[in-house]
């Protein structure tokens, strides 16, 4: 085991699709730390639902380890890179992951959900509005939010309930950008 020292933070590591389970074991292995929070997702094979457990950030697995003593964590199988910007990489903050930490051994139901920010474009998914597309102005406690959508070049504000609502233009690597309030891009990604 890698002992735990100030220098030792926690950074996200790019993984290929679908190695998150077996990197993190190779990286415990190594005696690194390791966190991949998983939530029980429900999928059908052959006819039947069945439920298994599938990672809550696809493509990312967390390790603690001094970012100057990286080599070896980036030659282990499956990690692809380590998440900063540019190619400088960037710790997860303490608070961030300790609070990861804290939801996992609650116990408590998680699920993956698009990160959204004021000003962003979004998408209305319900029947009655499907396809109407606003700009998010506020939030209104946990499961509501405020959204300006143009008519008639005048501005009409709705509240509608969050999981009405998609982001636009969703790429690959935004899966992180709900840690933190900066925008984490793949080291070697510019």
């Known amino acids: 085991m890698i002992p735990s020292s100030p220098s030792n933070r926690w950074y996200a590591l790019q993984v290929r699709t679908r190695w998150e389970s077996s990197t993190a074991v190779l990286l415990e292995g190594k005696g690194y730390e390791t966190l991949l929070p998983t939530f029980a997702a429900k999928k059908r094979w052959s006819g039947k639902q069945k439920e298994s457990s599938v990672p809550l950030f696809p493509g990312y697995v967390f390790c603690q380890f001094n ?6 964590v980036l030659v282990t199988p499956g990690v692809i890179s380590v998440v900063g910007r540019g190619k400088v990489p960037v710790a997860i ?15 408590v139901t998680m699920e993956p959900w698009p990160y959204l920010e004021i000003g962003q474009r979004v ?3 319900t029947p009655s509005m499907q396809g109407v597309e606003g700009i998010l102005l506020n939030f209104k406690g946990n499961n509501r939010i405020v959204l300006s959508v143009s008519l008639l070049k005048r501005s009409v504000a709705l ?9 636009i233009g969703i790429g690959q690597g935004t899966a ?3 840690i933190g309030t900066r925008q984490l891009v793949p080291d070697g990604v510019s």
Request: proline residues 6%.
């Open 67 to 72: 970012v100057h003593d990286r080599l070896p």
């Open 93 to 107: 903050e303490d608070a961030e992951i300790s609070a990861i930490q804290q939801v996992i051994s609650a116990g």
């Open 123 to 125: 998408r209305i998914e």
């Open 159 to 167: 509240e509608i309930d969050r999981e009405a609502v998609s982001p």
């Open 176 to 178: 992180l950008q709900g």
